[in-house]
């Protein structure tokens, strides 16, 4: 399966985007998806994940009560909801896609990567 994600861009403090992560080649149905991102000098790190059938989600703790992560079977996408955004989100931004379906905060456990937004937040 091949990942496209898309929807970054540059974005006030405070402001809001929505990251889209495209599957393309197969259906990611029964696939769980976790957004991660890395910062200019920083190693990547875990944003959010959810589960194959939507049922579960799981956040950074960075990131909680400001971000969504939803996924939508029929349109074979997953969405990344980032609402008051701060300085510290810059990064790119990346989704991944696990076979086994389960949630994971662990960067390993994921299979496919798509190729990542830029996401920078700046007044």
């Known amino acids: 399966v091949q990942l496209q994600a898309s929807g970054g861009g540059l974005v006030q403090p405070g402001g809001s985007l929505r990251l889209s992560c495209a599957a393309s080649?197969?259906?990611?149905?029964?696939?769980?998806v976790g957004w991660f991102r890395q910062a200019p000098g920083k190693e990547r790190e875990f944003v959010a994940s959810?589960?194959?059938?939507?049922?579960?989600?799981l956040y950074a703790d960075s990131v909680q009560d400001r971000f969504t992560i939803s996924k939508n079977n029929a349109k074979n996408t997953v969405f990344l909801q980032m609402n008051s955004l701060k300085f510290e989100d810059t990064a790119v931004y990346y989704c991944?896609?696990?076979?086994?379906?389960?949630?994971?905060?662990?960067?390993?456990?994921?299979?496919?990567w798509g190729q990542g937004t830029q996401v920078t937040v700046s007044s």
């Open positions: 080649g197969r259906t990611m149905e029964n696939y769980a």
């Open positions: 959810i589960r194959w059938d939507g049922g579960s989600t």
């Open positions: 991944a896609a696990n076979r086994g379906g389960w949630i994971s905060r662990t960067q390993t456990a994921y299979d496919y």
